[in-house]
């Protein structure tokens, strides 16, 4: 099975250095162009199955790859929304930390299990990401290629999950905006085999 994860467009809220998961924000100039990049890398990749989250920067992306492709069927999965941050949505670290300063103390001391009050933590986007996965596994088979048009914590999630990564460890692998990973999986066994982005081309 191939499993291919790609990371929505820059937005403005990743420009502006907002701490954002389910709050919505518009592409920037360079997410929009970055939009080209991606459908073009995609294009010579024939693929069985697309899901997205529902969030617009990735449900836009993810129609726009399933038009060049002349493909209908886009699922729509909450499993792979970005983690949800809670009281800190739509904050930069200055303002979180003065408006709550115990709350985002916590969270920095404790990145992977504290969680945000009013949104979750790592451990548990890592958890929902892995039993969508493991339904993924029951429900195709093993000659597919899934796409799956996401989030960079449910890609870092399902890179710790797949490739047996502590999650304290995953910031070793730096996913960028628009970045698209490749992972090929077989016998419960995944082998990264390409991680790619407009920055790095």
């Known amino acids: 099975?191939?499993?291919i994860f790609i990371r929505h467009p820059e937005t403005q809220a990743n420009v502006n250095k907002l701490i954002y998961g389910r709050s919505e924000s518009d592409y920037s100039e360079a997410g929009r162009t970055s939009i080209l990049w991606v459908v073009e890398q995609m294009r010579n990749l024939d693929?069985?199955?697309m899901y997205a989250s529902p969030s617009k920067r990735t449900t836009f992306l993810a129609e726009q790859i399933a038009k060049d492709h002349n493909f209908t069927d886009i699922r729509s999965e909450e499993r792979i929304l970005e983690m949800h941050c809670?009281?800190?949505e739509n904050m930069?670290?200055?303002e979180a930390k003065k408006k709550y300063e115990k709350e985002y103390d916590?969270?920095?001391n404790n990145y992977t299990h504290y969680v945000i009050p009013q949104g979750e933590s790592f451990?548990?986007?890592?958890?929902?990401v892995k039993l969508f996965l493991e339904e993924i596994f029951q429900r195709h088979s093993k000659e597919q290629t899934i796409v799956f048009v996401t989030h960079s914590m449910v890609?870092?999630?399902?890179?710790s999950y797949l490739l047996k990564i502590d999650l304290d460890d995953i910031?070793?692998?730096k996913i960028d905006p628009a970045s698209i990973v490749d992972i090929h999986y077989e016998s419960e066994f995944a082998m990264l085999q390409g991680l790619r982005a407009p920055s790095s081309k």
């Open 47 to 49: 693929f069985d199955v």
């Open 106 to 108: 916590a969270l920095i």
């Open 92 to 94: 930069s670290n200055e």
């Open 155 to 159: 890609i870092r999630s399902a890179l």
């Open 1 to 3: 099975m191939r499993l």
């Open 171 to 173: 910031w070793h692998i």
């Open 86 to 88: 809670g009281i800190f």
């Open 123 to 128: 451990k548990m986007v890592r958890d929902r």
